[in-house]
């Protein structure tokens, strides 16, 4: 009995399958067209990243440019395009004074995603070599020619860029575990220079809007825990830093001149460094602070920053055991300055002061500490 009922609907069973086998079948097509599809746009990127590398040692080594390496090699589809150059050596041409910029390592490794190349993630070896020259941290302008290199030694590096169009790098970060760094004449088995248990900075660039001196064209921040200095350096608080954090805001546009030149033109139109946050502890010194930061007419730092400080009064001591300032100086801030400051719940002392300087003069309140070095830029 059920047979004549059922009868009627097995062409229309029928035909659902056939239209069902058939997609099916089609959609298996359409799968296996962009799978390939898919599969040789990754190939092509592969080799496309292969050649845009080769392209850009070419073009840098044009322009007194040392660029060297062995291989390179792009593997994790199909996911990632994840890049390694083996062998990588950088180097800058000689300025003047016969300083230069490197960079070597074993290794450098990019990952991007297939399907986007606004972010780009890098890895850094364990150890890795950094040359620089010698007189870019002469800010007292005494001449100090020729290059020195570093070995940095981590448990981690790694970060990445952030592109926008046509591949231009708007966004960087940095992320440094457990580093250490090594004078190239004592070798990766020698005395640290340096250790810090980590290590971070961030930048952030932007167009400049107008005016352009009340807009923002780089913002960094950094962070930088565990810092330990050799003790030779014989530190008026010692030679571990606790953490020294801070994050700024350049307002006005650097252009491209020569240092000096463009220092002074962002000057004279206003530029200033926003000090948007600082935090330094050291020893017994504990500092946070906000402010602003410019250049004076004899191309000085001046500002003031408002701070809120604690350890100041075994700061200061130290400070006068050392000889930087005078004892007398000690004894006056630390009675004047104890008075201005409140104690906190926790016992301690906190002075809430603007720190300030001017004329190469560093203040706290009316307090004048010491006499600033001169910077002379080039």
């Known amino acids: 009995m059920a047979i004549p009922v059922i009868s009627p609907?097995?062409?229309h069973i029928v035909n659902f399958m056939k239209r069902l086998t058939s997609l099916v079948f089609g959609l298996v097509i359409a799968a296996a067209v962009l799978s390939a599809g898919y599969s040789a746009y990754w190939y092509v990127s592969a080799e496309q990243i292969r050649g845009g590398i080769a392209g850009w040692a070419d073009d840098v080594r044009g322009h007194d440019t040392v660029v060297e390496y062995q291989d390179v090699r792009v593997s994790g589809f199909p996911f990632w395009l994840n890049v390694m150059v083996d062998g990588l050596r950088v180097e800058t041409g000689e300025d003047a004074d016969g300083g230069y910029w490197g960079w070597s390592g074993s290794w450098i490794g990019f990952d991007i995603r297939p399907?986007?190349?606004?972010e780009i993630k890098f890895r850094l070896p364990g150890t890795y070599q950094v040359t620089y020259p010698v007189g870019i941290f002469r800010p007292d302008g005494k001449e100090k020619a020729g290059?020195?290199?570093?070995?940095?030694?981590s448990s981690k590096a790694e970060g990445y860029i952030g592109l926008k169009d046509g591949f231009q790098p708007w966004a960087a970060y940095v992320d440094i575990g457990s580093l250490e760094i090594l004078a190239e004449d004592i070798g990766p088995a020698g005395d640290n220079l340096l250790e810090a248990e980590s290590a971070r900075i961030s930048i952030r660039t932007y167009s400049p809007g107008e005016p352009a001196h009340l807009n923002s064209t780089l913002d960094v921040a950094f962070s930088l825990e565990g810092l330990v200095l050799p003790e030779d350096e014989d530190l008026p608080l010692g030679s571990r830093f606790d953490l020294i954090q801070g994050e700024a805001a350049l307002m006005g546009a650097l252009g491209p001149a020569p240092a000096?030149?463009?220092v002074q033109d962002w000057?004279?139109?206003g530029g200033t460094l926003e000090?948007?946050?600082l935090n330094l502890r050291w020893g017994?010194?504990?500092?946070?602070?906000k402010g602003t930061l410019a250049l004076d007419g004899e191309m000085q730092p001046m500002g003031a920053l408002t701070t809120s400080i604690r350890g100041f009064k075994p700061a200061l001591e130290a400070l006068a055991e050392k000889g930087i300032i005078k004892a007398s100086q000690a004894t006056t801030a630390k009675v004047i300055l104890g008075l201005l400051a409140k104690r906190g719940t926790d016992g301690r002392k906190t002075l809430s002061a603007p720190l300030?300087?001017?004329e190469r003069k560093l203040n706290i309140g009316p307090i004048h500490l010491l006499d600033l070095p001169p910077i002379t830029w080039k």
């Open 275 to 277: 000090v948007l946050r």
């Open 356 to 358: 300030t300087v001017q």
């Open 284 to 289: 017994d010194l504990d500092v946070e602070g």
């Open 9 to 11: 609907l097995i062409p």
């Open 267 to 269: 000057r004279d139109e």
């Open 115 to 118: 399907w986007s190349f606004s």
């Open 147 to 153: 290059a020195r290199s570093l070995f940095a030694i």
């Open 260 to 262: 000096a030149a463009a």
